[in-house]
């Protein structure tokens, strides 16, 4: 029986690290099933990742990803079963969260819809015609809590909170297209919790005890979640506890 193949792109992420690791069974020891997406993928130049498909891109500019869409052969992309589109920003070395209006900047804003809102449909829109013609296929874009508007009781962060509730409404929408149109793909938007990871590093000391996660903790979680769902025409929002968030 030919095996399934799981695409995670921006692979570099630490949580995008602990699910290709997790993915990597005794059949296939050296990620003969895995096709990782990233500008550095330097983390699986090992043995261990040694048959995976690794596709560098230079940037997530709409033309680096169509040409990576179409260096993964259309043999190996009828048999992918699941994606996880990893990446996104919340700061550079130029910029934080802002804390209140006054900090609010036209350039960060489009630097964090670009990465966490548009980049991930732009996947979307060059995946899915692929894997739109089999068995269901779940896609997982990670979202977060904070995108949720109801759930807004503590203000700033105008720029993420912004760019994760513009994602999670584009996901609404293709999930309601996909009921039409590619009815085998589950949409999933998913809420990691605060991760250790670069990303949450210079905000950890907030983070109330036992709700800092390691990515190898969180990447269990949602694998063992997937197992949960099939394609039902719906965007499922949850969180690492696989409990759902409202919009």
């Not at 498909?53 to 993964?72: C, F, G, H, P, R």
């Not at 609010?104 to 966490?116: E, G, I, K, R, V």
């Not at 409404?169 to 009815?183: D, G, V, Y």
Request: aromatic share 10%; proline share 5%.
């Amino acid at each position: 029986m030919e095996s399934n193949y799981q695409i995670i792109i921006g692979a570099n992420s630490e949580i995008a690290k602990a699910i290709a690791d997790n993915l990597i069974t005794h059949d296939t020891p050296h990620g003969e099933t895995l096709i990782l997406i990233s500008r550095d993928l330097s983390f699986y130049e090992t043995k261990r990742f040694a048959n995976a498909i690794k596709i560098a891109v230079d940037d997530y500019s709409e033309a680096e990803i169509k040409q990576a869409t179409e260096l993964v052969s259309p043999s190996h992309l009828e048999r992918v079963n699941k994606v996880f589109v990893c990446h996104g920003i919340l700061h550079t070395a130029l910029f934080s969260p802002e804390k209140q209006l006054a900090s609010f900047n036209p350039d960060q804003f489009s630097q964090t819809l670009m990465a966490n809102s548009l980049t991930p449909m732009l996947w979307l829109k060059h995946l899915v015609p692929f894997l739109s013609f089999k068995p269901c296929c779940q896609i997982v874009v990670f979202s977060a809590r904070i995108g949720s508007i109801s759930d807004n009781n503590l203000g700033g962060w105008y720029s993420y909170r912004a760019s994760k509730a513009a994602l999670n409404m584009m996901l609404k929408t293709a999930a309601i297209e996909f009921k039409r149109r590619a009815k085998n793909i589950k949409l999933i938007a998913f809420h990691p919790g605060t991760t250790d990871s670069p990303l949450s590093r210079p905000f950890q000391r907030n983070v109330p005890e036992g709700k800092l996660f390691t990515s190898t903790f969180v990447a269990t979680a949602l694998l063992s979640h997937l197992e949960t769902y099939q394609a039902d025409g719906e965007l499922t929002y949850i969180d690492w506890q696989n409990k759902p968030i409202n919009y």
